[in-house]
């Protein structure tokens, strides 16, 4: 233990902590802007750049900062003197003086790490004036769009990128006043390998990064009288949207949501949860086509457009592992512009399919050729993430959490407890064995629903299932750095399973990068998650295959899972990118 | 001709004695006798305890204690260590660790030996700049040499230790002169400083321990350890006990390289060994440190030279750049010299220095075009004063030291350019003019010949006039005329 | 060369290279004309100096004068410069040597023992 003493009280403090952690275990509070530590998924930003939290140090000839500096035996620190909040003043001042000031029009207005710290620090002038950094938005990607006018070079991005994700795409460029986060040679985003994960944006303290903006293509389908517009809703969103109005974080709105989205002119509002059911057919059927034709082990998970593209670029050599389904709301989407579309005897054509998703990838994901079979044209239209839909809302007018709970539209708006846990870590492959354990123990009469050891927060997990009396060696990893480990091993042989989740967000899709921002309080995660699982529990029923829906649908339309009309509609192929 | 006596050479010993490519010239100047003789004579903590007692400072520019150093790396425990040697001398005007590699490079090599062998290390490496080739050629050759003979390489002497290095290639970058981003840039990393502590001798190069010192200060190693710490602290002072080099720059008569005991009055340097200002000029002040330094004037030219007394005066010792300026040297222009220098070379890394020293750039643009302030002055007093206090590295932390030891000593400068629009040493183009004296002028004209844009008409044998509007003031008329006829104002 | 395997084969191969083969010590019993060899004193023209040096010995016949490239001398401001050091003499330095100043440190100093009257540096530096 270290003793130090902070305003003048004291207080003994465990080797290694900083003065920034010493001071808020006092209740002191040091304004910081760079400074980020997720250390439950090892998203830690301790890199000093903003020299925001600058604090006084007895003996120190220079004011140190406080999110870096590790505590010394009798340390006497001030955190709140004359110098220290001139000069943090000064500081903001300065990244006040090369910031746009069009907060009142900013993505981040209300919502802004830096228009917070100036509203605290109460600046009222900017004394320091000279012309600004000018930089090209760019707009390449589909999913994310990068403004460096609005960097304050946190860095944020890059740790996230770079260490977390292990993705590598940003990096410092340039020199001065002229630094920038930039790609590899200043590629568009859309030419490396970004895997559009978000992860960026949701560390992003201000509007340098932000996702790709599709709200006002959405309004316009909605107001054409000649379409018929669906929404579909992924699980992730109704645990979060309610955080966009106020309710507390982990609050379940789906009923709302339903509600919210018809009054906003939708014509059906349909779940992505009944396709996480379908996929869940196809999927396990996939994994015991394997097993029992000694087919490619392990199967990995392919509901996530994220670590889809991490693989094609990063682990050429294993595209045969992953599953051939198609993510949900593309399974969605495909039978919607067949299956739904003869039902309701509406041309294909004039279906516009919306995705509300927790995440940005998904946009990209949508634009892949691949997924647009002639019969079908693309299979989802539109993708707008749960933050823009929290704005639609409020556009919309409608007072959100008045709203009464209204239940999704039929035929497909079913879903099961297994779908709902699709949104975070670890639930794809518990709700892939919760239908194969049904289907391969056909004897048991209540077999296991709850796969407890497949839950967690671990970054990578690996569990083994007993199924009649045949062994699943089970693996999961969360975020992309995890899966990196994990397909290192398996590209080198040194790790064996029968199946494998992966999804690309930290936490799963209840972190994803379009799910309202979690003001750096990794325990939002968890309370998402904890508000599935809840879900998940309070549904009649809880395995994928029982879902009515879906027996319908393979007898009236595909036949077989895993059959000949659900490979056409329903799988898809990867391909090798660049990584570069 | 000068006197050269006030000179007491040890870092440059060898400079301009031996041929720096030939390894048999330096052994017999009892080249790598301190390596024998730290080797089978004394123990590591010996040869520590030797370069703590001589009382050695970094020469690159802070003065920390090279031998604190040396212990603090010998203290770490790690599998493996390094030696660095700082070649990347970068502050305009310095050329002095150049000039000990052109002509004296194995006094380095020799150096790191005795430091890997004092810290326990068997990898050196020397960070050189590429733009030094002649230098480059000559470690190279210096190396090879002395592998060859067992001096550098496994097994050294037979003493069982080995000590290997490599040459790493600096892309010109001038932070990257700062130790933690000299690392970054040799790891293949952007050239950005790390956050201290973990200093180098704890968490250096990738992560392992390792001593850092630069050029000159490897160049007094030698020395120390055959001639004991004693012999060393005769020269200089008590607090910085040794020599200094100095590249000499300026308006001075003799410039070049000057090598003077610590303590030494800087008049000495100036008047003595650099042989007084050129052209009958009036010293008006000093410039030492580079752009972390600042200026000294006259009234403190017998200040005695070293770390301390130098901070003192608002400046410090740098690696050893000293420009002398004269009367016609605009003390606003020479910060703004400096400040465009480390404005361009920031790494962008923390928020001060990326945008304080633009923003301070800015005003001094402003200063020097006429276009200046009353509340410049404070601005920049407060804002250097917060970049100092706030900025990462010591790039940051001293780049605002140019204006603020301008302000202390040439405030009424400043306040000429800001209230009056005048520039007394006439050096900024924007509040300058030139003008053609009707009744000295003979219709020669070679001003209007001369001048670059072509603004000064007049028939041969008829007064010549000058076109202020399109007069660029670059002051080729002013320098060319025969008759002193143009006048500046 | 071989590796110089212990502290006392240094001292001797320092000893031996002291006797034979150094071009530094009055001892050797050699002419050495140094010539200022660094970056500064390249700019300045010691290449040609150098050349003109060799050149003018080897015309002129004189014997036991070896050239040899130094370092920089220090005083920048007079390059390029020669320094002549002959047995048991003291070294005389020439600074601003110009091609014709080179052929003569050859045809009057060294050939003459004459030093020149022009371009002399009187340089005291002490190296303890």
Known sequence: MVELTINNLKKSVPEGTTILEAARSLGIHIPTLCHLDLHDIKMVNQVGTCRVCMVEVEGRRNLLPSCSTTVAPGMVIHTNTNRAIRARRTIVELLLSNHPSDCLICERNQNCELQSLAAELGIREIRYQGPRLRAEKDTSSYSIVRNAEKCVLCRRCETMCNEVQTVGVYSALHRGFDTVIGTAFDKPMLDTACTFCGQCVSVCPTAALTETNDSAKVWEAISDPNKLVIAQTAPAVRVALGEAFGLPVGTRITGKMVAALRRMGFDKVMDTDFAADLTIMEEASELIHRIQHNGRLPILTSCCPAWVKFIEHQFPSLLDIPSTCKSPHEMFGAIAKTYLAEKLGVDPEKIVVVSIMPCLAKKFEAKREELSGKEVGTNVDYVISTRELARMIREAGINFTYLPDEDFDDMMGESTGASVIFGTTGGVIEAAIRTAAAWLDKDNPSPQIDFKSLRGIEGIREAEVEIAGMKLSIAIAHGLGNARKLLTEIRDGKAQYHAIEIMACPSGCVGGGGQPYHGNNIEVLKKRAGALYAEDESKPLRRSHENPQIHKLYEEFLGEPYGDLAHELLHTHYHERDIL | ?489 | MDKIGSWDELKRFREDTRKETSLLTPDSGKTILAVGEATCGIAAGAKKIAEVLQDEIEKRDVKNVYIIATGCFGYCYAEPMVEVREPGKKSVYYGYVTEDTAREIVSEHLMQGKPLTQNILNLEVRIP
């Open chain 2, 1 to 489: 001709m000068s006197s050269m006596t006030s000179q007491v050479r040890i870092a440059l010993r060898n400079c301009g004695v031996i041929d720096p490519e030939n390894i048999k010239d330096y052994i017999a100047t009892d080249g790598y006798d301190a390596l024998a003789k730290a080797l089978f004579t004394m123990t590591p903590d010996e040869v520590v305890e030797t370069v703590k007692k001589s009382g050695l400072r970094g020469r690159g520019g802070a003065g920390f204690p090279t031998g604190v150093k040396w212990e603090t790396a010998r203290r770490s425990e790690s599998d493996i260590k390094y030696v660095l040697c700082n070649a990347d001398e970068g502050d305009p005007g310095a050329f002095m660790d150049r000039s000990v590699l052109e002509g004296d490079p194995h006094c380095v090599l020799e150096a790191m030996a005795i430091c890997g062998y004092a810290i326990g290390a068997n990898q050196g490496v020397i960070y050189v700049r590429a733009e030094y080739p002649l230098a480059v050629k000559r470690l190279q050759i210096a190396i090879e040499q002395a592998s060859e003979l067992g001096l550098l390489g496994d097994n050294i002497l037979g003493s069982g230790f080995s000590f290997n290095l490599k040459l790493y290639f600096g892309a010109g970058a001038f932070v990257c002169g700062e130790e933690t981003s000299l690392m970054n840039s040799v790891q293949g990393g952007r050239g950005e400083p790390r956050l201290k502590p973990p200093f180098p001798a704890v968490k250096g190069l990738w992560d392992k321990p390792t001593n850092i010192n630069n050029v000159e200060t490897y160049a007094n190693v030698a020395q120390i350890i055959r001639r004991g710490w004693e012999w060393f602290r005769q020269f200089g002072t008590e607090k910085s006990p040794g020599t200094k080099v100095f590249a000499l720059a300026g308006k001075v008569n003799n410039v070049g390289l000057v090598e003077v005991p610590m303590g030494t009055p800087l008049r000495t340097i100036v008047e003595d060994i650099g042989g007084g200002i050129r052209n009958n000029k009036k010293f008006k002040a000093a410039q030492t440190g580079g752009p972390s330094g600042g200026c000294i004037p006259a009234e403190h030219l017998d200040t005695p030279i070293e770390y301390e007394s130098l901070i003192g005066l608002g400046s410090m010792m740098g690696s050893g750049g000293m420009i002398v300026l004269d009367e016609d040297d605009c003390m606003v222009g020479i910060s703004k010299f400096y400040l465009t220098f480390t404005a361009e070379e920031s790494c962008g890394k923390c928020t001060p220095c990326r945008i304080g020293n633009m923003r301070l750039l800015e005003i001094l643009d402003r200063i020097t075009e006429g276009n200046g302030e009353e509340k410049d002055l404070d601005v920049l007093e407060n804002l250097g004063n917060t970049i100092k206090d706030t900025a990462l590295c010591g790039l940051g932390q001293s780049s605002p030291n140019p204006i603020i030891s301008t302000l202390r000593y040439f405030r009424k400068e400043y306040e000429e350019h800001i209230f009056n629009k005048r520039c007394p040493a006439g050096s900024c183009s924007k509040l300058i003019g030139y003008k053609i004296l009707p009744e000295k002028c003979t219709g020669c004209t070679v001003c209007a010949r001369n001048c670059p844009v072509s603004c000064i008409s007049g028939e041969r044998k008829q007064v010549h006039v000058i076109d202020q509007e399109r007069c660029t003031k670059c002051g080729v008329c002013f320098s060319k005329c025969p008759f002193k006829a143009i006048i500046r104002g």
